[in-house]
Nanobody, 124 residues
Framework: QLQLVESGGGLVQAGGSLTLSCAAS????????MYWFRQAPGTERDFVAS????????NYRDSVKGRFTISRDNAKNITYLQMTNLKPEDTATYYC?????????????????WGKGTLVTVSS
């Protein structure tokens, strides 16, 4: 069982930066692969980034490579998404998710736990 709470969303100008946090509570945080997804109004929920249990490996959607960095602090049970050079098309509600089993899935249906999301708005 895991509970996830996102924070750090807000309004930022295009080209700016923002860092999101996902605080996890529950047992065995270190056994979960952690994910960020995002969903804009009227669109599907899309994969953004994932990070392995020890933080050794990370994966990103092509449109954020070089701009976003996912990281985790297992001592604090927090997963981060550092976003730089933000674009208006990055505007979305960002969701933290977790998977306990070993997997390479990037599908929302593969997630075991979800946070409720935090809104990021990038203005032009």
């Amino acid at each position: 069982q895991l509970q996830l709470v996102e924070s750090g969303g807000g309004l930022v100008q295009a080209g700016g930066s923002l860092t999101l946090s996902c605080a996890a509570s529950g047992q065995s945080f270190r056994s979960y692969t952690m994910y960020w997804f995002r969903q804009a109004p009227g669109t599907e929920r899309d994969f953004v980034a994932s990070i392995s249990r020890t933080g050794t490996y990370a994966n990103y959607r092509d449109s954020v490579k070089g701009r976003f960095t996912i990281s985790r602090d297992n001592a604090k049970n927090i997963t981060y998404l550092q976003m730089t050079n933000l674009k208006p098309e990055d505007t979305a509600t960002y969701y933290c998710a977790a998977v306990q089993k070993i997997t390479i899935t990037t599908l929302p249906s593969g997630m075991d736990y979800w946070g409720k999301g935090t809104l990021v708005t990038v203005s032009s």
